[in-house]
């Protein structure tokens, strides 16, 4: 069974301009959570979506911004970057709940000159 | 305020001997704890994990303990192995099951 897959793996924009990152979750797998981590933060949750529908949002900006597809493929936009933007952004895909069977993908890593 | 505090940045242990690595919350409706190992240019993998209504969880080498008056947690790993050498993060599962609130992670380097 192919794991959760993130495209693109990395990413350079400048400050101002607006990035959309993608995730395919693992065939089945109706949730999909996103993480940005950055060296001083850790891991921080930026949303989860289930089914099309956000579920909880964590707490940041509007700038951050996310959807759900039917095929359960997910997006995150991120409009007007900051430097603070660079992290590595995680998704992660579930069955259902964020249990222990939440998995995640590989990253994408931005960097905002 | 973070919910989920890894307070050891890192944590040096030689090959064979045991790591432990801790993890203290704050909010006490918090029922569900994880652990996750990270390799660098990965995303997080899941290790183990613990339901509040238990104090101990066992996986072979790793083992989860939970102190919930203390609002504590931590992880046992032994022996501990150079392949164990990765980041560890604690995380605590929301009632709801909609989200995981991280610690900032633990850096373990286990030597030969």
């Known amino acids: 069974k192919a794991g959760v897959t993130q495209t693109p793996r990395y990413l350079i924009k400048t400050r101002g301009q607006q990035v959309t990152l993608s995730c395919s979750p693992i065939s089945g797998h109706r949730s999909v959570s996103w993480y940005q981590q950055t060296p001083g933060q850790g891991l921080q949750f930026l949303f989860e979506y289930f089914s099309e529908t956000q579920r909880n949002k964590g707490n940041f900006p509007g700038r951050f911004s996310g959807r759900q597809f039917s095929n359960s493929r997910s997006e995150m936009n991120v409009s007007t970057l900051e430097l603070g933007d660079s992290a590595l952004y995680l998704c992660a895909s579930s069955l259902d709940r964020v249990d222990n069977e939440q998995f995640f993908g590989p990253g994408t890593r931005l960097t905002v000159l | 305020d973070q919910q989920v505090k890894q307070n050891s940045p890192s944590l040096s242990v030689q090959e064979g001997r045991i790591s432990i690595l801790n993890c203290d919350y704050t909010n006490s409706m918090f029922d569900y704890f994880l652990w996750y190992k990270k390799y660098p240019a990965e995303g997080p993998t899941f290790l183990i994990s613990?339901?509040?209504?238990?104090d101990k969880n066992e996986d072979g080498r790793f083992t989860v303990f939970l102190n919930k008056s203390a609002k504590h947690l931590s992880l046992h790993i032994v022996p501990s192995q150079p392949g164990d050498s990765a980041v560890y993060f604690c995380a605590a599962r929301n009632q709801a099951g909609t989200a995981l609130i991280f610690g900032k992670g633990t850096t373990l380097s286990v030597s030969s």
């Open positions: 613990i339901s509040s209504i238990k």
